[in-house]
């Protein structure tokens, strides 16, 4: 049977109406990450995932929704086509595909890009760690892609917190309302993403951030509300670990 991620396109359009238009060198950034926590005991065992890192990076250089679709379609393999580092098929409950809420800028992942690869040249050697750096350049380009930062339309406040305290969620919502900002807030399975527009936002927004994460971690422990600096988010319309990931009207 094939991977299933995405459960309503209309949820995924909306997401990718909302994404801040393309400049000629820019991409939507996405990815898959396999995550330990949705496996049982035996089965983290059994299939050995090692570090939750990104992979199956891609790059969509077009500002549609068919090219966006597609791309995200992709992944939707048959079982199998995602395996553990000791050759095992990862279960679909435990891949997320997350996206950038920015585009990725290609001058600037090309500037880094070279800027590395050259200091490689210069510390390369004939032994097997720097041959095997080499093969890897193509890792190294997509690493770089994922660090560059192109038009900052998003600023995305993570609210790692259960249904229950989603007072505190609507505690910053109120704040940001109230001072003219517009946003968009995702549903997780693990909590809430608040994007907020930075071309609307102008005035000091880490205090009530500030107070939100400290009710957060009063009520609930390992509970946090920051500011996501990796910009990647969970995308509406797919399915993370049998949840079905949407936007909230709040």
Do not use: W
């Not at 049977?1 to 991409?27: G, Q, T």
């Not at 250089?61 to 095992?88: H, P």
């Not at 990796?230 to 993370?240: R, S």
């Amino acid at each position: 049977m094939p991977y299933r991620f995405v459960y309503s396109e209309d949820e995924v359009k909306k997401f990718f109406s909302i994404l801040s238009p393309l400049k000629p060198d820019e991409a939507y950034f996405v990815s898959l990450s396999a995550r330990n926590k949705y496996l049982t005991d035996e089965e983290r065992k059994a299939i050995d995932l090692g570090r939750t890192e990104m992979f199956a990076r891609k790059l969509i250089k077009q500002y549609t929704y068919e090219a966006f679709i597609r791309t995200i379609r992709t992944y939707e393999v048959n079982d199998g086509g995602f395996t553990s580092r000791s050759n095992i098929p990862l279960p679909e409950k435990c891949i997320v595909i997350y996206a950038n809420i920015n585009p990725v800028s290609g001058r600037a992942a090309l500037k880094e890009f070279y800027e590395k690869t050259t200091q490689l040249l210069f510390d390369l050697s004939d032994d097997k760690d720097s041959r095997k750096r080499l093969a890897s350049l193509d890792t190294e380009l997509m690493n770089c892609y994922q660090r560059a930062k192109g038009t900052k339309k998003f600023i995305d406040i993570d609210c790692d917190v259960p249904d229950e305290g989603i007072d505190i969620v609507e505690l910053v919502i109120a704040e940001l309302k109230a001072n003219g900002v517009d946003y968009h807030v995702i549903k997780t399975k693990g909590g809430f993403h608040i994007l907020i527009d930075r071309s609307t936002l102008h005035y000091n927004y880490t205090t009530i951030i500030n107070k939100a994460n400290k009710l957060a971690v009063e009520r609930f422990g390992h509970a946090e509300v920051v500011v996501n600096k990796n910009n990647m988010v969970v995308i509406p319309g797919t399915i993370q670990a049998g949840f079905n990931v949407h936007f909230l009207d709040m």
